[in-house]
């Protein structure tokens, strides 16, 4: 069968399997996804349905990292002025820092975001050292998820719902196949010929408030993990976080929640009162696909068959989705490549 016809086959139905799946059908490829949770299920391990999400510009991390996030948002700014289905949105973005930028800081994203500028002192609270303001990304997984799934049965890919125990598994459901994508998130942890135990949960837990005020994002840079999300088109805020270890409780912590909302009532008063409303309040639990080290991104020729692995993304898998998808399209062409040119 010639390299063209053979589906490519994805671990994985998360922002990272979707968005790959999505960019290999628009080159051209076939593309089969395989998955235990599918766009529009709602269970905490499955991470994509729960995130914030933002773009927003990652520290401490090297050079081709930072440009798989430009690419991202290139995509999502597309998505944003284009297509409102996607979920995608334009909002002003405000950043406090508790501290001078560091060489490795998240300031190089000023390269990347529109109306970038440093605020004045007293435009930002006094308590921090700096503040920047620009416009950033966000997106409603709520939505974009689902938009997903159109676009990539709409292009002619294919989902099944399965749950694999190993990627040989895989493999024997596919002969014809010569490229197998792992974006199996957490799932990497316990697949028996993978077992990467530099993975882990990290349990999140955000409130979501229900308000007009859903324009603005804030995002407090330092020791104290706080952001404020606009959802525009959800008409609420995303108010976080909490990164826990070793905790994967689907149940609400009313101590998290009322300390969520401190944190945020501090940041950006003129957002979040005191004491919101309690019918205007939801909660949102997922858990993130950690790796110690960070992400996982590479290429092993595995005899006739390529494995290109993709996980790990932790807090981050939006904001690098479709620079990721981009770099594994490129990887897989080089496969084909391999294959034409002989
Ligand atoms: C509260 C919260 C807030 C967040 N905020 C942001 C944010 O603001 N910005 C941002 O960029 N990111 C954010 N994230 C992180 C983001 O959600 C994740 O990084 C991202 O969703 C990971 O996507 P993924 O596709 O790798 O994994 P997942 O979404 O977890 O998908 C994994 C897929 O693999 C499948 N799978 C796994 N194992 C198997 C198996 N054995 N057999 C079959 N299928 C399998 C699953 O069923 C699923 O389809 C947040 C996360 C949380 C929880």
Sequence with gaps: MPFSQRPIVILGAGIIGCATARQLLLNGFRVVVVAEFLPGDQNIFYASAWAGATWHAAGGISPEYRYLQAVTHRHLLRMAQEDPESGVCLVDAREYLEEAPSENSSLWGKTVVSNFRELESGEYPQN??????????????????????????????????KRVESLRELYAMFPESSVFINASGLGSKTLTDVRDDKCFPERGQNV????????????????????IIPRPLSEGVVLGGVKQQNNLSPEVDMDVVRDEIARAHRLAPEVVPTNPPEESLSYIIGIRPSRQGGFRLDSEQLGQQTILSAYGFGGGGYAFSYGVAEWLVKTVEKSERENVIL
């Design 208 to 227: 979501f408030y229900r308000t007009d005020k859903c324009r603005q994002m804030y995002f407090r840079n330092g020791k104290e993990y706080t952001y």
């Design 128 to 161: 921090f050292h700096c503040g920047w303001s620009y416009q950033t990304l966000v997106t409603d997984p709520t939505r974009h998820m689902p938009y997903l799934r159109k676009q990539i049965t709409a292009l002619g890919g294919q989902f099944i719902r």
